[in-house]
């Protein structure tokens, strides 16, 4: 089974009308308006290209455009700018509420956006490795054995890489995904480390789940799994594995 998001489109179109709804034959994206539409597609045949919109707004930060707007306009007229009224700005914050919920409860969305993450994530793996760190651990920053800048996810993380370091193993976390299937779906995951004299992987896991042993079991390198009690005597473990 290949995961969706590994194809990519062989051809540059223009439009296909679904529905009410206007459909981008290179990304599948909707439009509703044939204008919104037709600017999409031309990113696509020029993706470089800067909108007027954008380049306005560049040259006002480089000083080569004067900002132009009703705050301005009333500034140099000596009166006081017209704002919006606390209860438009409340409707205005609804709507745009409303409309983002209902969007995301769509599963069609929630899976599109998925799949575009993941492919985000194998064009750039360097990005979602290294750098990538949860927000419900402290990050600390790093240099690998390999003098790259990285970031470890916790303490345990930290101690595992000082670890290495005393005992002169090499070691990285800059590590390309591996896909793994669950729950209906294809996923991305990185180990935490991998040691290239040993070509061995390293994921430190305090808590094991379902989730965590079925892709334990689809991953076809060698891992080695620091298990919470393990990360209180980290030599023990060392002479058992290695």
Same mark, same amino acid.
């Given at each position: 089974?290949?995961?969706?998001?590994?194809?990519?489109?062989?051809?540059?179109?223009?439009?296909?009308?679904?529905?009410?709804?206007?459909?981008?034959?290179?990304?599948?994206?909707?439009?509703?308006?044939?204008?919104? $539409?037709?600017? /999409?597609?031309?990113? /696509?045949?020029?993706?470089?290209?800067?909108?007027?919109?954008?380049?306005? /707004?560049?040259?006002?930060?480089?000083?080569?455009?004067?900002?132009?707007?009703?705050?301005?306009?009333?500034?140099? $007229?000596?009166?006081?700018?017209?704002?919006?009224?606390?209860?438009? *700005?409340?409707?205005?914050?609804?709507?745009?509420?409303?409309?983002?919920?209902?969007?995301?409860?769509?599963?069609?969305?929630?899976?599109?956006?998925?799949?575009?993450?993941?492919?985000?994530?194998?064009?750039?793996?360097?990005?979602?490795?290294?750098?990538?760190?949860?927000?419900?651990?402290?990050? &600390?920053?790093?240099?690998?054995? &390999?003098?790259?800048? #990285?970031?470890?996810?916790?303490?345990?993380?930290?101690?595992?890489?000082?670890?290495?370091?005393?005992?002169?193993?090499?070691?990285?976390?800059?590590?390309?995904?591996?896909?793994?299937?669950?729950?209906?779906?294809?996923?991305?995951? &990185?180990?935490?480390?991998?040691?290239?004299? &040993?070509?061995?992987?390293?994921?430190?896991?305090?808590?094991?789940?379902?989730?965590?042993?079925?892709?334990?079991?689809?991953?076809?390198?060698?891992?080695?799994?620091? *298990?919470?009690?393990? #990360?209180?005597?980290?030599?023990?473990?060392?002479?058992?594995?290695?």
């Amino acid at each position: 089974m290949v995961p969706a998001w590994s194809h990519k489109p062989n051809y540059m179109s223009s439009t296909l009308i679904l529905a009410s709804m206007m459909k981008c034959k290179i990304c599948d994206r909707e439009f509703k308006t044939q204008q919104a $539409l037709n600017s /999409h597609v031309g990113y /696509h045949n020029n993706p470089n290209r800067i909108s007027g919109f954008k380049k306005y /707004h560049n040259d006002v930060k480089k000083g080569l455009a004067k900002l132009n707007n009703q705050y301005t306009k009333s500034k140099e $007229l000596g009166i006081e700018a017209i704002g919006l009224s606390d209860e438009t *700005k409340k409707r205005m914050k609804e709507i745009a509420t409303k409309k983002s919920n209902d969007y995301w409860a769509d599963p069609k969305n929630k899976k599109e956006q998925s799949d575009r993450m993941k492919k985000i994530v194998l064009d750039n793996p360097d990005s979602y490795s290294a750098h990538n760190v949860s927000g419900r651990v402290k990050s &600390f920053e790093f240099i690998d054995s &390999f003098g790259n800048k #990285i970031k470890l996810k916790g303490k345990w993380e930290l101690k595992i890489a000082n670890f290495f370091n005393d005992k002169n193993i090499k070691w990285t976390n800059k590590i390309t995904p591996v896909s793994y299937f669950w729950n209906n779906d294809w996923h991305l995951y &990185f180990p935490d480390f991998y040691l290239p004299d &040993f070509d061995v992987y390293v994921e430190i896991k305090g808590y094991e789940r379902n989730r965590d042993i079925e892709k334990w079991l689809q991953f076809k390198e060698k891992l080695l799994v620091v *298990k919470k009690n393990e #990360i209180k005597d980290l030599e023990k473990w060392y002479l058992e594995n290695f």
